[in-house]
């Protein structure tokens, strides 16, 4: 919050904030070269995290949409001549500005949640080619099976598909394995955002209500003035700023916790321990997956190393590369 306690003569600071909110935003090219190759599995979220990108958009306008209300609240009271209107409506300002400095660093929060879905969608687009790999073999085993069923192309095809089938488990399984993390991830991220953006901006609220009680609206009849706005009320609220400033600052989430055999920073609970997985949720891996790592668990860094998988792939190793 501003430590000033006043809007006054700091003009320059609302423009550079809303100059460097402006910096952030993506570039209209770089959206447009972001969706020049989405696949068809990918284009549904592809679109969803296109529209998310405006949902933020608007959110970062919004803050400095507010920011700049409160600074012409603040001026319009200066210039009231009622010592009381002027001091509230100024200590109201840097309620509201802070207000819409929550709403900036929300929508600077959901960009995290934003590319975590990045991650499923990314994903989904690898996985395209193998399944239109699997198919087309598959396509032509049977155009040959009809035209020619003795051509020894037919053996040679469906060897190929057996490799292919096998790339694919493992694509299917990595697929599998990481829209269920991320989505549990992004959206276990994004109500935290959401959560903490309530919370302080309703502190905020709050305490400007209180602030509202030291405004007397007492009517008055012509020829008297209104009770003078004495210094120990100036001094409440700043007084009242001042717990408000504390109150954010010292703002700890309290978070309903999200169950997840994946230990990641958005599932951990309010002591930042991961949380304990049922029994009844938690996976005791066989001997054989003890032995080596799954490919569809392999980190996403080392995706573009080749799989060489053993081949022939026998139905008990397919299925053991689905689980």
């Known amino acids: 919050m501003n430590r000033s306690l006043s809007l006054r003569g700091s003009k320059n600071r609302s423009v ?15 959206s447009l070269k972001g969706g020049s190759n989405v696949t068809q599995l990918s284009k549904r979220l592809y679109r969803l995290i296109k529209n998310e990108n405006q949902v933020i958009n608007s959110y970062e306008c919004a803050g400095r949409e507010r920011i700049h209300v409160a600074t012409q609240l603040s001026e319009w009271g200066e210039q009231c001549g009622d010592d009381s209107v002027s001091d509230i409506s100024d200590k109201l300002g840097v309620l509201l500005s802070e207000i819409g400095n929550q709403e900036i660093q929300h929508a600077q929060s959901l960009e995290d949640y934003r590319a975590i879905l990045k991650a499923i969608r990314n994903t989904e687009a690898s996985v395209q080619p193998s399944r239109d790999h699997k198919a087309r073999i598959q396509e032509e085993i049977a155009k040959l099976k009809y035209k020619d069923p003795q051509s020894s192309r037919i053996v040679q095809l469906e060897q190929e598909l057996v490799r292919a089938e096998a790339e694919n488990l493992v694509a299917e399984a990595q697929l599998s394995n990481i829209t269920r993390s991320k989505l549990k991830e992004a959206y276990a991220l994004h109500f935290a955002v959401v959560i903490e953006r309530a919370e ?9 209500r209180r602030l509202l009680n ?3 609206d007492t009517p008055v009849v012509p020829g008297i003035k209104p009770a003078v706005y004495d210094s120990e009320k100036e001094k409440r609220a700043r007084e009242i700023l001042k717990e408000a400033e504390d109150g954010i600052r010292e703002w700890r989430e309290e978070l309903e916790e999200v169950l997840s055999n994946v230990v990641h920073p958005a599932f951990l609970g309010k002591a930042g321990l991961p949380v304990p997985v049922p029994p009844t949720l938690q996976h005791t891996p066989p001997p054989e997956e003890e032995m080596e790592v799954h490919p569809a668990f392999r980190n996403q860094k080392g995706k573009g190393k080749a799989v060489t998988p053993p081949y022939p ?6 299925q053991m590369a689905v689980i």
Do not use: E
């Open 16 to 30: 550079s904030a809303s100059s460097t909110a402006s910096s952030g935003k993506r570039s209209f090219f770089h």
């Open 200 to 208: 302080k901006q309703a502190l905020l609220a709050n305490h400007g």
């Open 214 to 216: 030291l405004l007397d």
């Open 313 to 318: 792939v026998a139905q008990d190793r397919r």
